[in-house]
């Protein structure tokens, strides 16, 4: 059974930063590509920085320079370093993996930016 676990949303002030983790099991984690998703309030959830699973990055143009992905392979876990917070980040970010022919998603965590 595939599980994904968000932690580290929180409430910051626009600049302040937030990292979240995502423990994944229930896959051979190292074989995949893991993906942040963030769902705005009133708007559809959107992929916003993915990791393959050699390593290579890729993000959202309005997360570029401010946003870094990354996983352990020992751990099992997938984390997203956000700085430099604008209040537009504000929503949900959910973690997901593509395995077995479906997405699998965490439950989600909660960031909100005030400005």
């Known amino acids: 059974q595939v599980r994904l676990v968000e932690r580290g949303g929180g409430s910051v002030q626009s600049g302040g930063s937030l990292r979240l983790s995502c423990a994944a099991s229930g896959i051979n984690f190292k074989l995949y590509t893991m993906d942040w998703n963030h769902q705005a309030p009133g708007k559809l959830r959107e992929l916003v920085a993915r990791?393959?699973?050699?390593?290579?990055?890729n993000y959202t143009d309005s997360v570029k320079g401010r946003f870094t992905i990354s996983r352990d392979n020992v751990r099992n876990m997938v984390y997203l370093q956000m700085n430099n917070l604008k209040p537009e980040d504000t929503g949900v970010y959910y973690c997901?993996?593509?395995?077995?022919?479906?997405?699998?998603w965490g439950q989600g965590t909660q960031v909100t930016v005030s400005s």
């Open positions: 990791i393959e699973s050699r390593g290579t990055t």
């Open positions: 997901s993996v593509n395995a077995r022919g479906r997405v699998y």
